[in-house]
Structures are given as structure tokens and as C-alpha cells.
DNA sequence: TTCGATACTCACGGATTTCGTAGGTGGCCC
DNA sequence: GGGCCACCTACGAAATCCGTGAGTATCGAA
């Protein structure tokens, strides 16, 4: 259960941390589904040299190991979402507390720690500029911790993309 | 061919600006993708309230139009890229000019203008510190209209999701 | 009101894909 | 060597995908 990190073919690269680590056959899966997440397990496999039965058991590894998810992604503004904005927040005391009561938050899409003159930085979607109003003044300031806020209101999002590695 | 956004069953929301308006229908087909990218038509169907074909049809035409998009997603830092940041910039002059320029950079993520002490705020994502400095020094620095940078170099990232809706 | 366009349902059949599973192979450790 | 484990291939059955055509309902414009 250890996921011991395997090497089949020898042709992988060294695997430094905890996480599991992937070799170069499991990153070329991951591009293919970066570019059509329901690209057939057949078609993967002729491109990256695997059959259908191995992609498709590597595929269900990833996934289960939480490496990977695929998923529909849209821009909100256009699924109803009309306010979406960036918050800097300053911490004192124990950040990561901070940073597990935004995790919990729905309205909170992206949480993460950050060096600089953050200490974290979050996405916030809302429906309305109440909303966003109410989520960062009422939910986020009251937070034990929360020493103070910075807000970046979006105005256009301009690139938002998953295509790491096909590069 | 012109897909003029229809508005089926009665049951949708007025249309303001350009583009695509969704119905509830087409929300709740997203939701189903947001859960699992991966779910069968007949499935989707029988949660939505639709033909196999109709989704089919629609989730054709969503893509079609850009609205949606699905694929697979990961944690950087799993497939080893080692550093990001989001960079906060400040332009004089044109900012959209300095954005589409950003948008052409293959490490820039996610590129979005803002409202706030930043007019631009960038995620990169990079392979090691050097490759993260030549980025924002080298590259993004040297852009016409640039005044200043300021980065926030990512310890952790907590929370990531894309279940707008789903809520 | 009538026409035209859009979108849906239902149906069908062939191609393709998914999925479970059995069997083979190579590396690793005792 | 022998056992073990992770990974792969192979194959058949079941399910899904996908193009297609006919019939119906709704809406907006002429």
C-alpha cells in the first residue's frame, strides 16, 4: 500500500520527496489527457507506446493516487459567476490553521501558502460584488489569525491553461 | 453554424453581454463534468434530465464554443515542477499589450487583470529557482510598459478545485 | 397565423471503447 | 533458487460512443 515507487523500464528519473513520483510514461499520459481529457485509453497508448489495458490501469493509479483529476474546467464569469478576486493575507500565528478554515470555504477555489509579503494568497469566486463583499469582510477578517487583507478585484481573465509538460 | 445561443425549454437566464449564456440544464451538465470528466453520456443524461443524445449534442457544442473545456489537472509540484509564484505587476500604458505578451509565455498560467495595487497578477510555474528568476527577471521585467514586479514564491498549496456550481 | 429555426426525444446499428481478468515477465530480496 | 511484487500483454463480453433520420414542441419574426 506503500507505493513504493517502481521503476519498470528503467527509464524514470530519481524521486527526491514523499510524493509518488512519475516516470516519463505516466507524464506523456498526463499531456495526452492535458489536451483532451477523454482521449480514448487506445489512442494514449499508441502515443505514448503502452496498450490499451496499461494505460488504462496507469490512468486509474494516478487518479487514485490523487496525482492527477480530469475534470470540466470553464471560465466562471461565464458560468454565473460575475466577481472573482485575489486576496493577500497576513497571518500571525499559525498560518496553516489560517489556511485549513479558507480550504473549507466553497467560495475559496485556490488556497496557497506563499513567501513575500503574503503569507497566503486566495481565489475567491462569488456570485455578486455583495458576495464577494461578504465573504472577504464577514467570513475572511473573522478568521483568529487574519491580521489583515489585500483584495484584486478581477477585471478579464486572460489565460488560464493545463498544460504543463507539453512544453 | 452561426450558434446563436437558444434558449430551450423556457427555463434559462436572460443574455447580457457577448458571450454564450447558459441555461440550468447546461450548468448542471457541467457539474456532472466537474465531478468526473470522464462520465458517461447516459449517466450525465439521467442526472440531468436529457436524452443521451441531447447531452451529447450539448457537451459538443460547449466545447465547440469554448465555454468548457475538460481535462486533466494536476499539482505542479507532482510533476515536477519545483517552483511558482504569482507575480503582481504594475504597468504604465498599454496593460492589455503587456498581458497578451504574458498570455504568450509558456510558463505564465494564468494571466488576469485586476483591479487593486496590481494591474496584472501572473502565476508561473517553473522548473527550478534559476529557471524562476530568468522568468521574472529576464523576461517579464524586460516587457515594454512594465514598471514593477513584486512575487510571491508558492511554500504550498492547499486547495485547488473546480466545482464552481457544485454547490 | 404561418413559417423557419432550434432543440429535444426516440430509435437503431455498427464501430469503438471500456472493463475484468487471466497469464507472462523481469527486478528484487532473503 | 524461490517467492514476491509491480507491471505488462492478451482477449472476450458488456457498455458506450456516434452518426443518422423521423417526428414533436417552442419561440420569434414575417
Redesign the interface.
Known sequence: MASRSADPKGSS?RNGGG??S?DAVS?AI?EQ??????RPYAAIGKAVGLSEAAVRQRVQKLLDQG???????????????RRQ??V?INVEGDVEAV??A??DM?E???????????DL?VEI?CEDDDHLLEVINQRIRALPGVRST????????????????T?
Chains 1, 2 share one sequence.
Open positions: 528519473q510524493t509518488p512519475l507524464l498526463i489527457l492535458q489536451e483532451d481529457g477523454r496525482v492527477m483529476q480530469i475534470v470540466a474546467v470553464t471560465d466562471p464569469l461565464t458560468v454565473g459567476f478576486a485575489m493577500g489556511a485549513d479558507l480550504t466553497s475559496c477555489e485556490y488556497v496557497v501558502m506563499t513567501a513575500g509579503s503574503f494568497m469566486v489585500e483584495s484584486f478585484v478581477y477585471l478579464k481573465l486572460k489565460k488560464q491553461t493545463y498544460m504543463w509538460g512544453r
